[in-house]
């Protein structure tokens, strides 16, 4: 049976998660991308069908989770630390993980720092981050545009204006072509300006610690998924599977740019199963 419900995980953070559990069949924790929400991967979730239980949440900043402290709570050190709390609290030892660009980011930040707490991952369209001072300055100084411009919005066609720019960037490939375009544009809208402003702040690339070299050690078993038009990131993670070969996959998805899962839904479903099943 599926809950949703916005429970106190401590005193800094009511998480809003959905919590689909089999006690026969194991755990996936799904995170999601900036400006996503708890629903991101539900088609996905769908074809993926009895496999699995399914772990969703809205992270900070986003949906109904709550921040009740000051910035650093949206750091992804802060972040990560919940999430296991939150892994704790639902007696999860172990499970996979799926993370989307953010999430993703913050997906491999779990992996490396805990990982007696993940089987496989799964990382979408992800990074590890800058690895340059310079490079992480001159990002924080880019997103401090952005965030500006989160504050400042005043109603509800401001923020859709905002949302509509985003998607044109040139990772994005083809997505506001796609019949499911307007269904996301209008679940990005539920989410709070200001609070967004906050997660990409302290939890953006500037602000995300360097984790290029940590791959190399990395015992965990990743795929890196990427869509073909988009170039930039199929550059970030052809360069994260040289890191680690050994235990890393890295798979480019034909007709889709940085939102594999909304592009080319079922695609991204068979690769995901296909490499968390398998032994």
């Not at 009895?50 to 992270?59: A, E, I, K, N, P």
């Not at 919940?82 to 913050?106: H, K, P, T, W």
């Not at 005043?154 to 499911?180: C, M, R, T, V």
Request: hydrophobic residues 40%; neutral net charge.
């Amino acid at each position: 049976m599926q809950t949703q419900q916005i429970t106190p995980l401590n005193k800094n953070y009511h998480f809003h998660y959905s919590f689909n559990k089999n006690s026969r069949k194991p755990v996936i924790l799904f995170l999601h991308g900036f400006m996503g929400n708890i629903h991101e991967f539900d088609e996905a979730i769908q074809l993926l069908g009895d496999d699995f239980s399914y772990l969703t949440l809205d992270l900070p900043g986003h949906g109904k989770t709550k921040v009740l402290c000051g910035d650093e709570c949206y750091k992804i050190e802060n972040t990560a630390q919940a999430i296991i709390n939150l892994l704790d609290e639902l007696e999860i030892a172990q499970c996979f993980l799926v993370g989307y660009s953010m999430g993703g980011r913050l997906g491999l930040y779990l992996t490396l720092h805990f990982p007696e707490r993940f089987i496989k991952v799964v990382l979408e369209s992800a990074s590890p981050g800058l690895p340059t001072d310079a490079e992480r300055l001159s990002r924080i100084k880019s997103d401090y545009k952005i965030t500006r411009k989160l504050i400042r919005m005043i109603d509800k066609s401001e923020f859709q204006f905002f949302l509509h720019n985003w998607y044109n960037q040139p990772i994005f490939g083809n997505i506001k072509n796609h019949p499911a375009y307007q269904k996301m544009i209008e679940s990005r809208l539920e989410n709070n300006p200001l609070a967004l402003a906050k997660s990409l702040q302290f939890m953006g690339n500037g602000y995300q610690p360097s984790l290029w070299t940590k791959i190399e050690a990395n015992q965990i078993p990743l795929l890196l998924l990427v869509g073909e038009y988009d170039e930039k990131f199929v550059h970030i993670n052809t360069a994260m599977y040289y890191r680690n070969p050994l235990v890393t996959q890295l798979q480019v998805i034909q007709k889709a740019g940085h939102n594999i899962h909304l592009e080319n839904t079922r695609d991204f479903v068979d690769h995901v199963g296909k490499f968390l099943l398998e032994n």
